[in-house]
């Protein structure tokens, strides 16, 4: 089946520094990934949808300029938290589909952020 | 855009027994939803998933059924087992490359 991998799965940052989390498609091709958080006890929220080569679409009230996502080639997209604070803490999910694939959504096995 | 609720938010079954989870979505443009169970700290995993031009589908003791008229889709899950506790979501997305719209989730919890 198609596996997507997240990095790092856990990190621990202080606050104002900025933290990258990689998602991956390992066996195939990602035109399209998502980026999910996920805080404790509730759903996922979408943050933005990301096509290979075209920036990405933010939802609303999402911050575009402290989220940064690109999606340089077929299998990796990166998110990255810039200056990030205590309130960012939370699960980051990404998820990939792709040509071939229908409807589904495969998801990477999320990165704990921890920002003290 | 699209809005998903799903009901309950906890549910607590006797194994063995049966379990219903209930959506409603908004959207009528919307023609595929997924059902994940999720387990604390861990990825959102597929269990089952309906298009619209299907109004069942049933995989061993999973079943999912929708009603596209009234716009809502139910989990029905049969002889519930201990490791059937996790938190269920549902969603709903325009199919393709469109983005899922997940439900609040349900902690379903089998009293053994």
């Known amino acids: 089946g198609a596996v997507v991998s997240q990095h790092p799965s856990w990190v621990i940052c202080k606050s104002g520094t900025s933290v990258k989390i990689e998602c991956r498609s390992l066996?195939?091709?990602?035109?399209?990934m998502f980026w999910y958080r996920q805080f404790p006890k509730q759903s996922l929220m979408l943050m933005a949808t990301?096509?290979?080569?075209?920036?990405?679409?933010?939802e609303q009230g999402v911050e575009k300029d402290k989220f940064l996502i690109n999606h340089a080639s077929l299998t990796l997209s990166t998110l990255t938290v810039t200056s990030a604070h205590p309130e960012d803490s939370s699960f980051y999910i990404c998820?990939?589909?792709?040509?071939?694939?229908?409807?589904?959504?495969?998801f990477g096995p999320g990165t704990r952020l921890t920002v003290l | 855009g699209e809005n998903v609720e799903q009901h309950p938010s906890t549910l607590s079954v006797q194994e063995g027994d049966s379990a219903v989870i209930k959506c409603t979505y908004s959207d009528s443009a919307s023609n595929y939803f997924p059902w994940y169970k999720q387990e604390l700290g861990k990825r959102p995993q597929l269990i089952i998933d309906?298009?619209?031009?299907?109004g069942e589908k049933k995989d061993q003791r999973i079943a999912v059924t929708l009603n596209k008229t009234a716009k809502h889709f139910s989990l029905h899950i049969t002889e519930t087992q201990p490791e059937d506790s996790a938190v269920y979501f549902c969603?709903?997305?325009?199919?393709?490359?469109?983005?899922?719209?997940f439900g609040t989730g349900t902690r379903l919890t089998i009293i053994p």
């Open positions: 066996d195939f091709q990602a035109t399209t």
């Open positions: 990301s096509n290979e080569g075209s920036k990405a679409t933010y």
């Open positions: 309906i298009r619209s031009n299907v």
């Open positions: 998820s990939a589909t792709g040509l071939a694939l229908g409807n589904e959504q495969f």
């Open positions: 969603a709903a997305s325009r199919g393709g490359n469109e983005k899922l719209t």
